[in-house]
């Protein structure tokens, strides 16, 4: 019996003895698609799919779309008046130094677009600034103006004056003309007739105003092109 029991202990294998340390062998194979899948499940293989999870592709689409925008915003001032109108947004909130001064670096920089201009009142500086840098500077020889009545006149003589008394609703980018006293330029007008404004020293700063559809007694309009 003995002996059969020695016959039978050498027809069975030896065992595998399991590493020391314990960790399974593993193929280079299996290894290498274990990888894979961990790579995957983690994003890294999916890079794009991450940052634009993350928001980096969508930056990069927000920032298009803003420039697209910008774009399209100077692709409408296909006009001076409008380009004027831009530049004129562009400065509201620009204010005295100190107030009641009728000056400021950035109103001796208005005041630059006027020939023989000095410190003083200065809504007509800043539409003649505007419409310089939009291409269409006031007056017969570009020279500006320092006054609102000279502006009136020289629209007058010029074929671009539309008195409010015909009730012609003015367009963005016309200069409204209040008398001898004020000047500024139209940003939009609403169906109800209501016009708004941005306006130079107007309460000592670069100011948006609302007027009813007379303008609240505007005398008249200033077609720049």
């Known amino acids: 019996m003995a002996r059969i029991a020695e016959l039978h202990q050498g027809l069975v294998p030896p065992s595998t003895a399991a590493p020391a340390t314990g960790a399974a062998t593993t193929s280079p194979t299996a290894f290498a698609s274990a990888l894979q899948g961990a790579t995957s499940s983690t994003g890294l293989a999916g890079a794009d799919g991450a940052s634009t999870a993350l928001g980096f592709s969508g930056a ?5 779309a803003a420039s ?13 008046g409008q380009r004027a109108l831009q530049l004129a947004q562009a400065e509201v909130g620009q204010a005295e130094q100190p107030p009641g001064s009728n000056d400021s670096p950035r109103i001796a920089d208005y ?7 000095g410190v003083g009142p200065w809504c007509a500086y800043f539409v003649s600034w505007a419409a310089k840098n939009a291409g269409a500077p006031l007056g017969e020889a570009g020279q500006g103006f320092g006054g609102v009545s000279a502006v ?29 006293q004020h000047i ?3 940003e939009s007008v609403d169906a109800d007739g209501k016009i708004h404004t941005i306006e130079g020293n107007s309460s ?3 100011t948006r105003r609302t007027h009813d559809s007379s303008g609240d007694g505007a005398s008249g309009y200033v077609r720049l092109g």
């Open 60 to 64: 990069a689409g927000t920032t298009a």
């Open 68 to 80: 697209t925008a910008a774009a399209g915003a100077t692709g409408t001032a296909t006009t001076a």
């Open 111 to 117: 005041r630059t677009a006027t020939a023989g201009s």
């Open 152 to 180: 009136s006149s020289w629209a007058q003589r010029t074929g671009r004056w539309t008195p409010a008394a015909a009730g012609q609703p003015p367009q963005a980018g016309d200069l409204v003309v209040w008398g001898g």
């Open 184 to 186: 500024g330029i139209v």
């Open 204 to 206: 000592n700063m670069v």
